[in-house]
């Protein structure tokens, strides 16, 4: 496909991506849908009209609200139309869009717009899906012999998370209060957190219409409600979460702040770089058990850049495709039980790690709980994060005649109150 925008070719946004998000402008603040296309926004409010194909012409009023959340609740044939609508637009040889004076009116430069959350998020789950780091935090913790938990392996191990914290790229996050041990054995101290993470996760936005209390989604139609994928930071005060989870699990440690990039990447983007699941022994029961691939070959990195530094540095290297559970056994795990789904719902992969030290994907592993020290570009070192530190996260699939990005996902942390 040829663009009648010019980029470079391997820039995050060409015309095979076209990912969605929610913008405003300094001149009008009214958050409205847009999609990117190289250095561009194409503001959909404004060409809705053109959204004329059967599965769209009875709702181009999805294009002018302020969230994706109704463009989510369609069926997929409607986001694949809505695709192939705009890459037929965005063509060289479709003059639609060229006009000077329509042009001026409908683009603008990323680097002048102000990005939004994506969507109204009802409900968040994280998940903890990467074995590699299931691995490393329970090799830490409990020793080699007792690494993984016995369910591990049965099912994608997951908790509930706070959606009125999920935060867009570029917030910045305070370091947290709360209840640490100085030592095991003694009385929690109260104070600021002093084993401030992050974590390197994928998330997906939950699209196709709602689900009802006590239905459950079947692996074969899971797809039908994966509206496309994120990149997200979860953030995590490892003190905090070392006292408070036992015996139910994360909370304060959590719930500080989650970011995620601005733009969602559709399944459909992504199908170039599908690859084969990761093996799973045992075989899942068959309510979770699915042939066909839903892998990415999505590479993920994370920097680290000081406060006043000029400098950033790469202190990992991972890839989505070693989560051992699939977004799709996520989704319908979730639904065993008859937990109902809403369009714009969020749910997260948990740290994704490789399989060697330098694509662990957090300051836990990467110190190994603080045993080790990493050197940064500048001679700094870190073995946590340090207040004023920007972590800055990046995922691209790398294709042969272009890339498919996700943008930045990134936030500076904060000092204590």
């Known amino acids: 496909m040829k663009c009648f925008i010019e980029y470079l070719q391997f820039c995050d946004f060409p015309i095979e991506n076209l990912p969605y998000g929610v913008f405003s402008t300094s001149d009008d603040n009214c958050h409205r849908i847009g999609v990117a296309i190289g250095d561009k926004v194409l503001d959909l409010k404004k060409i809705s009209h053109l959204f004329d194909g059967p599965e769209l ?3 181009q009023n999805v294009f002018q609200e302020t969230t994706l959340n109704g463009f989510m609740a ?3 044939n409607a986001w694949k139309e809505a695709r192939e609508k705009l890459q037929n637009l965005l063509n060289i040889d479709n003059k639609t869009l060229q006009n000077p004076e329509i042009f001026s009116k409908i683009f603008y430069l990323q680097k002048d717009v102000t990005m939004h959350l994506p969507a109204k998020i009802g409900d968040y789950t994280d998940f903890y899906s990467s074995i590699h780091h299931a691995t490393n935090v329970g090799v830490m913790f409990r020793g080699k012999d007792n690494a ?9 191990v997951g908790y509930h998370g706070r959606a009125s914290s999920v935060v867009v790229s570029g917030t910045p996050i305070r370091r947290p209060l709360g209840q640490t041990l100085v030592a095991d054995g003694a009385p929690p101290v109260f104070g600021p957190c002093k084993l401030m993470d992050f974590e390197l996760e994928m998330a997906f936005f939950v699209g196709g219409s709602p689900t009802k209390l006590g239905e459950r989604i079947d692996i074969n139609k899971a797809q039908d409600h994966i509206f496309g994928f994120a990149l997200m930071n979860d953030w995590s005060a490892r003190d905090i979460q070392k006292w408070e989870y036992v015996p139910l699990g994360p909370f304060t440690a959590k719930n500080l702040g989650t970011t995620i990039s601005p733009w969602v990447v559709s399944t459909f983007a992504l199908e170039p770089f599908k690859i084969e699941n990761f093996p799973q022994d ?3 029961f068959p309510y979770l058990a699915h042939k066909d691939p839903f892998n990415f070959d999505i590479k993920l990195e994370v920097d680290l850049k000081p406060q006043n530094s000029p400098i950033s ?3 990992c290297r991972s890839n989505y495709k070693f989560l051992y559970w699939t977004a799709k056994q996520q989704l319908v795990h979730h639904t065993v039980t008859g937990c109902n789904m809403n369009p714009g719902d969020l749910l997260a992969s948990g740290t994704i790690s ?3 030290s330098d694509s662990f994907g957090s300051l836990l592993e990467l110190s190994w709980k603080g045993t080790k020290t990493l050197t940064l570009k500048d001679g ?3 073995k946590f994060l340090q207040d004023g530190d920007n972590v800055i996260m990046r995922a691209v699939c790398g294709g042969t ?3 498919i990005g996700f943008g930045i996902c990134e936030g500076v942390l904060l000092p204590a109150h």
Do not use: A, V
């Open 57 to 59: 012409k009875n709702h």
């Open 74 to 76: 369609l069926q997929p």
């Open 401 to 403: 005649s272009f890339n």
């Open 148 to 156: 993984l938990m016995p369910n591990w392996k049965y099912l994608p």
């Open 354 to 356: 490789g399989d060697t």
């Open 313 to 315: 540095t790469t202190i």
């Open 282 to 284: 045992p075989e899942p």
């Open 380 to 382: 700094s070192q870190r």
